[in-house]
């Protein structure tokens, strides 16, 4: 079968709850491709007309809000613990240097942390059970989230369906590209955010460092 055959035998249902799915449990700190699951699901709209973008828009807005709330109730029942403890599992995720990015964001920005935390691919499994663990009022945590989510979710999957609707003779005869493309973007975003959080853990650890004593 032909990769555009399959794609369009493919139910509108299923991308609408694997989007909401993956994102949600991203968005609740479990480390999964969100951003690349929502960016391939829209340039499939674009070129497949039985899924609807603003479902599918819905979909994602939906499953991020919900997720980073759970994530906030359980960063806020499990502490500084859930944080060592997720350290051990997901090192590459949760380790020290991570969790001394993530820390230092929300210092600098607050409630703010939580929305800009969205288009920040390692600081958007850490929003709500960071914002947890810091016992962030609740209110605060739920207007940044609502927004962060409708805004990051909704407005990627209206970016890329409105690129691909222009692009779609272009996307139908190499749909993996596409998807190439997505993936790429994905891994870059990881990288460049793994690459600002040693940044951080080097300045955290040079400002915690004892100034050596002086002999007069």
Known sequence: ???????????AVSVYLL??????????GIPLPGEIVLV???LLAATQDH???????ASASSG??????????????GGQPLLQWAGRKFPKHFGPD???MAEEKFDKWGMWAVFFGRFIALLRIFAGPLAGVLKMPYWKFLIANVLGGIVWAGGTVALIYSVGVVAEAWLKRFSWLGLVAALLFGVGSFLLMKHRAKKAAAA??????????TVD
């Open 204 to 213: 955290r650890e040079a400002a915690e460092s004892p100034v050596p004593a």
């Open 64 to 77: 991020a809000i919900i997720g980073d709330s759970i994530g906030y109730l359980i960063g806020r029942k």
């Open 19 to 28: 989007v909401g799915v993956v994102i949600g449990l991203e968005s609740l």
């Open 1 to 11: 079968m032909h990769i555009q055959e399959w794609l369009e035998s493919v139910p």
């Open 51 to 57: 899924i609807d973008p603003w479902v599918l828009g």
């Open 40 to 42: 391939s699901s829209a």
């Open 98 to 100: 991570q969790v001394a």
